[in-house]
């Protein structure tokens, strides 16, 4: 069946940086986009980018001025979501969620969250 | 970018019918689609391209998509559908994809 399974809590400091990996099993990994939405405390789920597996190439939401870097090892199956110079609001849930065939498709498979909290 | 509307708060018996909307400019040009969210768990996807159901979705969750306004209509609610509810598609012109604000389902 289809898996994704994501890494675990991260506790950092502003200024820092973060890597949140997503292990994918059960399907052909290069076959399917992965995108990144996250959810901060209290608000709801927000869209911030995917990256097409089979070729690289990326598209992010707008308003992180470079700070979101989506990455992909085909060899291991495994999606990266980095995210830069972390401040406050950056504390939230992220999640991985997996594109159905389609570009106008829905998520049909979602990680369990990775919870990332930033405080000094 | 495009902006999906959902009320924030609704709440209804168990039994009855949970009508949840999603409003946007011509969205009933668009595939739309819903996902349920419990606190700590991930999204589900509920309905999709407006009114398809995925293998394991119960028949009770049904959706429409008709000029401004979405809906996802839950019948027979169960207390076990408490959940946050988003709609969400494809803006094409950003190619975006955007949530609604969601809409949290109370079951008295």
């Known amino acids: 069946q289809v898996q994704l399974v994501q890494s675990g809590t991260e506790v950092k400091k502003p200024g820092a940086s973060v890597r949140i990996s997503c292990r994918t099993s059960?399907?052909?990994?290069?076959?399917?986009?992965i995108h990144w939405v996250r959810q901060a405390p209290g608000e709801g789920l927000k869209w911030l980018g995917w990256i097409n597996i089979s070729g690289g190439d990326t598209n992010y939401v707008g308003g992180f001025q470079g700070r979101l870097t989506m990455t992909r090892d085909t060899s291991i199956n495994t999606a990266y979501l980095d995210v830069t110079s972390l401040t406050s609001d950056d504390t939230a849930t992220y999640y991985c969620?997996?594109?159905?065939?389609?570009?106008?498709?829905?998520?049909?498979?979602w990680g369990q969250g990775t919870l990332v909290s930033v405080s000094s | 970018s495009y902006v999906l509307t959902q009320p924030p708060v609704l709440s209804v018996a168990p039994g009855q019918t949970a009508r949840m909307t999603c409003g946007g400019d011509f969205i009933g040009s668009k595939s739309v689609h819903w996902y349920q969210h419990k606190a700590g768990r991930a999204p589900v996807l509920v309905v999709y391209?407006?009114?398809d159901r995925p293998s394991g979705i119960p028949e009770r969750f049904s959706g429409s998509n008709s000029g401004n306004t979405a809906t996802l209509s839950i019948s027979r609610v169960e207390a076990g559908d408490e959940a946050d509810y988003y709609c969400q598609l494809w803006d094409t012109g950003s190619d975006y994809r955007v949530f609604g604000g969601g809409t949290k389902l109370t079951v008295l």
């Open positions: 391209d407006n009114s």
């Open positions: 059960g399907y052909t990994f290069t076959d399917h986009y």
């Open positions: 969620a997996r594109l159905l065939i389609a570009a106008g498709g829905p998520f049909d498979h």
